[in-house]
């Protein structure tokens, strides 16, 4: 155990340490996820009740919130519902419970994301770092995917050559491949639910009309993975949404 981790100054990063509000109601959890955040550099607030949780948010608003769906006083997804009236600090969720459902709940009302107990540490905190980093201001709008590169302030979209010597290739996008591209690209490696993609892209009232959405991405990974078949940065969450990876 690194006794001390957070004040060690061992932090990789300059920055102001980010402070995580931990909601979790089993105490050897709750102990294993202060102790690795806190040894990474994090702030640390807990809370092992939603009712405490919405107080202590409320108190010292977190950077980012790491969230139990079963707590003993109200349900995680009423948690979300309430935060999200005044917080738009990321909540991770850790959910316990296997089924799809749930998680599509959490993520309607508002969760960024999920990991399913029993995680791996490793796993959660590069959620985390992600979910942080949607936070911060975006980089000029250039992204990259493999060998295409996506200018989203100047709505270009090239393929750049295999071999030196060769030419870049335009890719003309749809608008509405460019919609949903950008929806994605702006949240690097955040899980984005289809209600939510569906919603944005088409307003209320699509929630069945999922296939559009599978189409269109289809759409987008022939065009831009140097892969299609095996794509590698517009990713599938089978029954959930889609995922830049960058
Ligand atoms: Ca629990």
Redesign the pocket.
């Known amino acids: 155990m690194q006794a001390g981790g957070r004040t060690a100054g061992s932090s990789a990063s300059p920055q102001r340490a980010r402070h995580v509000l931990i909601i979790?109601?089993?105490p050897a959890l709750l102990r294993a996820l202060r102790i690795n955040l806190e040894a990474r550099g994090y702030r640390v607030s807990t809370a092992a009740s939603g009712l405490a949780a919405l107080a202590q948010a409320k108190q010292r608003p977190p950077d980012a919130i790491l969230l139990?769906l079963?707590?003993p006083d109200m349900d995680g997804t009423e948690v979300i519902g309430t935060l999200r009236g005044w917080s738009k600090a990321p909540v991770i969720v850790l959910s316990?419970r296997a089924s799809s459902g749930d998680k599509i709940g959490a993520l309607d009302a508002g969760a960024d994301d999920y990991v399913t107990k029993p995680f791996s540490m490793a796993e959660l905190m590069a959620r985390l770092r992600a979910a942080l980093r949607r936070d911060e201001p975006a980089t000029g709008g250039a992204f990259r995917i493999g060998h295409a590169k996506i200018d989203l302030a100047a709505h270009t979209a090239v393929r750049e050559p295999d071999q030196d010597g060769g030419k870049a290739v335009p890719v003309r996008l749809t608008p509405t491949e460019w919609r949903l591209l950008e929806l994605l690209l702006r949240s690097p490696g955040q899980l984005i639910g289809s209600a939510r993609l569906l919603a944005s892209l088409w307003g209320p009232g699509h929630d069945d009309s999922t296939h559009y959405l599978r189409f269109h991405m289809a759409g987008l990974r022939r065009k831009l993975e140097d892969d299609p078949h095996r794509p590698r940065h517009l990713l599938t969450e089978p029954g959930m949404g889609y995922r830049y990876q960058p």
Do not use: A, S, T, V
């Open positions: 979790e109601d089993e139990d079963g707590l316990g």
